[in-house]
């Protein structure tokens, strides 16, 4: 028993005498690595506190609700990039939960278990497509057709509400839904299918016994049951899509304005600092920067944290409702 | 045995003998970027024990990363004001002109193939966005014989920090008070206006692709890429395309090129000035530590200056003006 | 009558959820469609072998990109898979349930942490202290995003190794750690091994975090301390370049990447599936 009346090295024997051997080394350098995790994380939002300072201390609050982005006087607001942020990833998901929860539908309940693992598996191969890779083929196919096409179709028979005013410039706020929208696929796919698959048989039986056609049944007794798990999947994809970047820069047009047409082009959190992080010349402008990524991260922090509760939930056998 | 020669190959591959150059990390205006690639790429076959790693982040960039101190030196097309060179506490920065560049009002609008002439208040106007269709009378007044459609401008602009934007709202702050109180000079503003495209090179890829959209860029850009570009009205009234020629004039109409050699050159008067017209710098640090670099970069200003200038003009840039060269050389010698 | 129009619905939103799973399916073949075909045209041996020339002139590769990415997902690997193994093994086999919701919290954190922001960490932490941009700071940006997904999958597949195989190997005499290292991990190494796989592949078609640690290189780097060239960085300056001959080379280096990332994605995935299909038979 070490004592106060111990010297230094007798204590570190009497230490190391309690050390049985492997099982406390063991425990202590795996303790250490997972140590290390929490404390690089600690000292990622210390450093994204600590930079963002001056920017923090010369706006306070304000900074989230103006909006203007002006290097030459130093003034910063984040409204422009919060409002471009959410927006794409909103019709991103307008466009992409219909069709993500309809081929998940598909996948779990009403294609053969071959097909539907054969389909699961390319779908899950889409969340390993780059970023940059979506991009490259934004700017190169995506853009043209939507210049071409399909915003001239959207102006001359939308053009007279203000969501689809403007020129046809190809690159804004819709294509990067767009792009946004195809990258929520598979994450909206997986998941929800693994909500559908985990509702008991015995639902969809009853439903069928009781004389529902294959659709009646999935729709009014299987997917009720996984409305959690759904809604979790939004939201973990919605997270996502808040911080891609590279698709995104590629073709939202880069222009820090608020606009209600959808056809115009905006600029997003993640897309603005990877434009002006090594050039922002003023103090003030590097820190307002470093703000506009600490406030994104913290967005991303209350979607997963969301996401993960509903997801956790619906773990729950007999939640349903 | 197999893992030592998985290991060998991984260490050839990441330090194989060729790597004896001394690399030098440089970082800055996209403007100038074709011509110092050329020249890097010339002067590291004549001497291949120096290589420079020349990063086209635009101008901002450039600034920024010789004040963070991560690049051996920076590139801007627009000079350093007296705050940010008091940043940087290390050493003092010389500015040293490499070439004569004009930045060009490049567009791409359907069925107009002819030069369209654009006077300053219709190019403020545009990008104001004041003035909205090309066929606007602002700009049907100065082009009679052109048929301009009535389509809507797409303006693009830099989205990066860069010194080719200083050039043009520089030019734009001296010919159109309303511009230089609603938005002022500088290598980033507040555009009312516009897309943004990174780099020159953003740009003129934005402007290429998008139908009646009108952009700035280096001539070389506009050039490289076959896009046209118009002719703008100088203080003298003439309507000048930016040459050889007219950006050379630019610099002789400049009157006092001061010692540090930071000066603008934007709406210089003279019948054959090219009104945006700029040099463009290389930001050296006047104390460089590494004897090896101080020399390679010593000897590298003294080939630009000389040999590296004969490559200006073919790459639609013009050379310096003999005294501007003169002062230079004498300059290289406060590098320690 | 209501039968009818109940049949009906049936029949029209079977057909739209089958066309919803076809949709989704098709863009991925649309999106390996157009790779192939613009990207193929431009593959060439040049490509693998010489560095890039300079914007207008004509030809080059882009050698030092797919050496430099290399170097740096090496270098993400190294550093991130030892922590976040060790990490996962430290929850899934010492921890109390207090401490492993901490851990499995914190990663789950880091894991959504932007890539942009993963960036300007890298950038704060390394390249400016360092005063230098290099493939160090690179691989450290990744590397933090290799270690949730590790420690992820090192935690779930170490849950899924059977209880009869630990008491066994402790009835035998063996102590925890041996246990764990002898029998648990090894029992475990495919579902492992394919989440690193994963993970490593994912990182590798990062781009946002390299932009401001890596930063760009024309030429070879030398060791890690330099600028480095990547395969992603350069498919993006490259797309977004008015020169066709970048765009030509854009295309091929995102085949290259592309194909890449899709063959050990499919590698893993039937690694791990026919690992499971052993385990149960």
Same mark, same amino acid.
């Given at each position: 028993?070490?004592?106060?009346?111990?010297?230094?090295?007798?204590?570190?024997?009497?230490?190391?005498?309690?050390?049985?051997?492997?099982?406390? =080394?063991?425990?202590?350098?795996?303790?250490?690595?997972?140590? $290390?995790?929490?404390?690089?994380?600690?000292?990622?939002?210390?450093?994204?506190?600590?930079?963002?300072?001056?920017?923090?201390?010369?706006?306070?609050? $304000?900074?989230?609700?103006?909006?203007?982005?002006?290097?030459?006087?130093?003034?910063?607001?984040?409204?422009?990039?919060?409002?471009?942020?959410?927006?794409?990833?909103?019709?991103?998901?307008?466009?992409?939960?219909?069709?993500?929860?309809?081929?998940?539908?598909?996948?779990?309940?009403?294609?053969?278990?071959?097909?539907?693992?054969?389909?699961?598996?390319?779908?899950?191969?889409?969340?390993?497509?780059?970023?940059?890779?979506?991009?490259?083929?934004? =700017?190169?196919?995506?853009?043209?057709?939507?210049?071409?096409?399909?915003?001239?179709?959207?102006?001359?028979?939308?053009?007279?509400?203000?969501?689809?005013?403007?020129?046809?410039?190809?690159?804004?706020?819709?294509?990067?839904?767009?792009?946004?929208?195809?990258?929520?696929?598979?994450?909206?796919?997986?998941?929800?299918?693994?909500?559908?698959?985990?509702?008991?048989?015995?639902?969809?039986?009853?439903?069928?016994?009781?004389?529902?056609?294959?659709?009646?049944?999935?729709?009014?007794?299987?997917?009720?049951?996984?409305?959690?798990?759904?809604?979790?999947?939004?939201?973990?994809?919605?997270?996502?899509?808040?911080?891609?970047?590279?698709?995104?820069?590629?073709?939202?047009?880069?222009?820090?304005?608020?606009?209600?047409?959808?056809?115009?082009?905006?600029?997003?959190?993640?897309?603005?600092?990877?434009?002006?992080?090594?050039?922002?010349?003023?103090?003030?402008?590097?820190?307002?920067?470093?703000?506009?990524?600490?406030?994104?991260?913290?967005?991303?922090?209350?979607?997963?944290?969301?996401?993960?509760?509903?997801?956790?939930?619906?773990?729950?056998?007999?939640?349903?409702? | 045995?197999?893992?030592?020669?998985?290991?060998?190959?991984?260490?050839?591959?990441?330090?194989?003998?060729?790597?004896?150059?001394?690399?030098? #990390?440089?970082?800055?205006?996209?403007?100038?970027?074709?011509?110092?690639?050329?020249?890097?790429?010339?002067?590291?076959?004549?001497?291949?024990?120096?290589?420079?790693?020349?990063? /086209?982040?635009?101008?901002?960039?450039?600034?920024?990363?010789?004040?963070?101190?991560?690049?051996?030196?920076?590139?801007?097309?627009?000079?350093?004001?007296?705050?940010?060179?008091?940043?940087?506490?290390?050493? @003092?920065?010389?500015?040293?002109?490499?070439?004569?560049?004009?930045?060009?009002?490049?567009?791409?609008?359907?069925?107009?193939?002819?030069?369209?002439?654009?006077?300053?208040?219709?190019?403020?106007?545009?990008?104001?966005?004041?003035?909205?269709?090309? #066929?606007?009378?602002?700009?049907?007044?100065?082009?009679?014989?052109? +048929? &301009?459609?009535?389509?809507?401008?797409?303006?693009?602009?830099?989205?990066?920090?860069?010194?080719?934007?200083?050039?043009?709202?520089?030019?734009?702050?001296?010919?159109?008070?309303?511009?230089?109180?609603?938005?002022?000079?500088?290598?980033?503003?507040?555009?009312?206006?516009?897309?943004?495209?990174?780099?020159?090179?953003?740009?003129?890829?934005?402007?290429?692709?998008?139908?009646?959209?009108?952009?700035?860029?280096?001539?070389?850009?506009?050039?490289?890429?076959?896009?046209?570009?118009?002719?703008?009205?100088?203080?003298?009234?003439?309507?000048? @395309?930016?040459?050889?020629?007219?950006?050379?004039?630019?610099?002789?109409?400049? +009157?006092?090129?001061?010692?540090?050699?930071?000066?603008?050159?934007?709406?210089?008067?003279? /019948?054959?000035?090219?009104?945006?017209?700029?040099?463009?710098?290389?930001?050296?640090?006047?104390?460089?530590?590494?004897?090896?670099?101080?020399?390679?970069?010593?000897?590298? &200003?003294?080939?630009?200056?000389?040999?590296?200038? #004969?490559?200006?003009?073919?790459?639609?840039?013009?050379?310096?003006?003999?005294?501007?060269?003169? @002062?230079?050389?004498?300059?290289?010698?406060?590098?320690? | 009558?209501?039968?009818?129009?109940?049949?009906?619905?049936?029949?029209?939103?079977?057909?739209?959820?089958?066309?919803?799973?076809?949709?989704?399916?098709?863009?991925?073949?649309?999106? !390996?469609?157009?790779?192939?075909?613009?990207?193929?045209?431009?593959?060439?041996?040049?490509?693998?072998?010489?560095?890039?020339?300079?914007?207008?002139?004509?030809?080059?590769?882009?050698?030092?990109?797919? *050496?430099?990415?290399?170097?740096?997902?090496?270098?993400?690997?190294?550093?991130?898979?030892?922590?976040?193994?060790?990490?996962?093994?430290?929850?899934?086999?010492?921890?109390?349930?207090?401490?492993?919701?901490? *851990?499995?919290?914190?990663?789950?954190?880091?894991?959504?942490?932007?890539?942009?922001? *993963?960036?300007?960490?890298?950038?704060?932490?390394?390249?400016?202290?360092?005063?230098?941009?290099?493939?160090?700071?690179?691989?450290?940006?990744?590397?933090?995003?290799?270690?949730?997904?590790?420690?992820?999958?090192?935690?779930?597949?170490?849950?899924?190794?059977? !209880?009869?195989?630990?008491?066994?190997?402790?009835?035998?005499?063996?102590?925890?750690?041996?246990?764990?290292?002898?029998?648990?991990?090894?029992?475990?190494?495919?579902?492992?091994?394919?989440? *690193?796989?994963?993970?490593?592949?994912?990182?590798?078609?990062?781009?946002?975090?390299?932009?401001?640690?890596?930063?760009?290189?024309?030429?070879?780097?030398?060791?890690?301390?330099?600028?480095?060239?990547? !395969?992603?960085?350069?498919?993006?300056?490259?797309?977004?370049?008015?020169?066709?001959?970048?765009?030509?080379?854009?295309?091929?280096?995102?085949?290259?990447?592309?194909?890449?990332?899709?063959?050990?994605?499919?590698? %893993?995935?039937?690694?791990?599936?026919?690992?499971? %299909?052993?385990?149960?038979?």
């Amino acid at each position: 028993m070490a004592t106060a009346t111990q010297s230094v090295p007798g204590r570190a024997r009497t230490l190391l005498r309690n050390v049985r051997g492997g099982d406390e =080394i063991a425990y202590l350098i795996t303790f250490l690595f997972a140590a $290390s995790v929490v404390l690089v994380t600690a000292i990622l939002v210390f450093e994204l506190w600590v930079k963002s300072g001056p920017a923090i201390h010369k706006f306070g609050f $304000s900074f989230l609700w103006h909006s203007t982005w002006d290097p030459v006087n130093d003034e910063f607001g984040a409204l422009p990039f919060v409002f471009g942020t959410i927006i794409t990833s909103v019709v991103g998901l307008l466009l992409s939960v219909p069709l993500g929860v309809g081929a998940a539908i598909f996948l779990s309940e009403l294609a053969p278990p071959k097909m539907s693992n054969a389909l699961t598996f390319l779908v899950e191969l889409l969340a390993a497509v780059p970023s940059v890779i979506f991009g490259l083929l934004a =700017i190169f196919a995506l853009v043209p057709l939507m210049r071409h096409y399909v915003e001239p179709a959207l102006i001359s028979s939308f053009g007279w509400s203000p969501f689809f005013k403007g020129p046809a410039y190809g690159v804004g706020v819709l294509t990067a839904s767009m792009v946004l929208a195809i990258m929520m696929f598979p994450y909206i796919i997986s998941i929800s299918r693994e909500a559908l698959i985990q509702v008991p048989r015995e639902q969809r039986e009853a439903a069928l016994a009781l004389g529902a056609t294959r659709w009646e049944a999935t729709w009014d007794a299987v997917v009720p049951f996984a409305k959690l798990g759904i809604v979790g999947s939004i939201f973990l994809s919605l997270a996502r899509a808040l911080g891609e970047t590279m698709a995104v820069t590629m073709v939202i047009g880069n222009d820090p304005k608020i606009n209600a047409s959808i056809l115009a082009p905006g600029y997003t959190i993640a897309s603005v600092i990877a434009n002006e992080f090594t050039e922002a010349t003023g103090d003030i402008h590097l820190a307002a920067l470093v703000e506009l990524g600490l406030v994104l991260f913290l967005i991303t922090i209350i979607l997963n944290g969301l996401g993960q509760l509903l997801l956790m939930l619906t773990a729950k056998p007999g939640t349903a409702r | 045995m197999r893992s030592t020669v998985l290991i060998a190959a991984i260490l050839a591959v990441t330090f194989p003998a060729a790597y004896a150059a001394e690399t030098i #990390n440089a970082a800055g205006a996209t403007f100038p970027a074709p011509i110092y690639q050329k020249w890097f790429q010339e002067y590291h076959t004549a001497h291949s024990d120096v290589q420079v790693n020349y990063q /086209a982040i635009g101008s901002g960039g450039g600034i920024r990363q010789l004040t963070e101190g991560t690049v051996d030196f920076g590139a801007s097309d627009m000079p350093m004001t007296p705050e940010q060179m008091g940043k940087i506490t290390k050493f @003092k920065v010389l500015h040293f002109p490499t070439v004569l560049g004009g930045v060009v009002p490049t567009y791409n609008i359907e069925g107009v193939s002819a030069d369209l002439k654009f006077s300053p208040e219709a190019l403020a106007g545009i990008f104001l966005g004041r003035i909205t269709r090309w #066929n606007d009378p602002a700009l049907a007044k100065d082009n009679p014989g052109v +048929k &301009l459609p009535g389509t809507e401008i797409t303006v693009v602009h830099r989205s990066d920090g860069s010194g080719t934007t200083f050039v043009w709202t520089d030019y734009l702050s001296k010919v159109s008070a309303d511009w230089k109180g609603k938005v002022g000079a500088g290598t980033a503003v507040n555009w009312p206006v516009g897309l943004g495209g990174k780099g020159n090179e953003g740009v003129a890829g934005q402007v290429k692709q998008t139908p009646n959209s009108i952009g700035y860029v280096e001539l070389i850009y506009a050039v490289q890429n076959k896009m046209a570009y118009g002719s703008v009205r100088n203080k003298s009234g003439k309507f000048v @395309k930016a040459t050889f020629d007219s950006v050379t004039a630019a610099a002789a109409a400049a +009157k006092d090129i001061p010692a540090d050699f930071r000066v603008s050159i934007t709406d210089e008067p003279g /019948a054959g000035v090219y009104p945006i017209s700029t040099f463009t710098w290389l930001l050296i640090p006047d104390k460089i530590g590494d004897a090896t670099k101080r020399d390679a970069i010593k000897a590298f &200003l003294k080939w630009m200056l000389i040999a590296g200038q #004969n490559d200006a003009a073919g790459m639609s840039y013009a050379p310096l003006p003999k005294l501007v060269v003169a @002062k230079e050389q004498k300059q290289i010698a406060e590098i320690k | 009558m209501r039968r009818l129009w109940r049949k009906a619905v049936n029949n029209v939103m079977l057909t739209l959820t089958g066309l919803c799973a076809l949709v989704t399916v098709s863009a991925l073949f649309l999106i !390996l469609g157009y790779l192939l075909w613009n990207g193929g045209k431009s593959l060439d041996w040049d490509f693998f072998t010489k560095l890039p020339l300079s914007p207008g002139e004509l030809g080059g590769g882009m050698a030092n990109a797919i *050496i430099g990415s290399a170097k740096i997902v090496a270098l993400a690997a190294l550093l991130g898979v030892p922590i976040g193994f060790m990490s996962g093994v430290y929850i899934g086999e010492f921890s109390g349930k207090n401490m492993a919701n901490v *851990i499995r919290y914190t990663a789950d954190l880091l894991n959504g942490v932007p890539s942009i922001v *993963i960036g300007i960490f890298a950038w704060t932490l390394l390249v400016v202290p360092m005063r230098h941009f290099s493939a160090w700071a690179g691989g450290f940006a990744l590397s933090l995003m290799v270690i949730p997904v590790t420690l992820r999958a090192t935690e779930q597949f170490l849950g899924q190794v059977p !209880l009869e195989l630990r008491e066994g190997a402790l009835a035998l005499g063996a102590s925890k750690w041996k246990s764990v290292v002898t029998v648990v991990i090894p029992a475990a190494r495919t579902g492992i091994l394919t989440g *690193i796989i994963l993970g490593v592949a994912r990182v590798s078609g990062e781009t946002a975090p390299l932009l401001f640690t890596a930063l760009n290189n024309q030429f070879w780097s030398k060791g890690f301390g330099e600028p480095t060239a990547s !395969l992603p960085v350069m498919i993006y300056t490259h797309a977004i370049s008015p020169y066709e001959d970048w765009h030509r080379q854009a295309w091929a280096a995102g085949l290259v990447l592309l194909g890449l990332v899709l063959v050990a994605n499919i590698a %893993a995935r039937m690694v791990l599936a026919k690992g499971a %299909a052993t385990q149960r038979g």
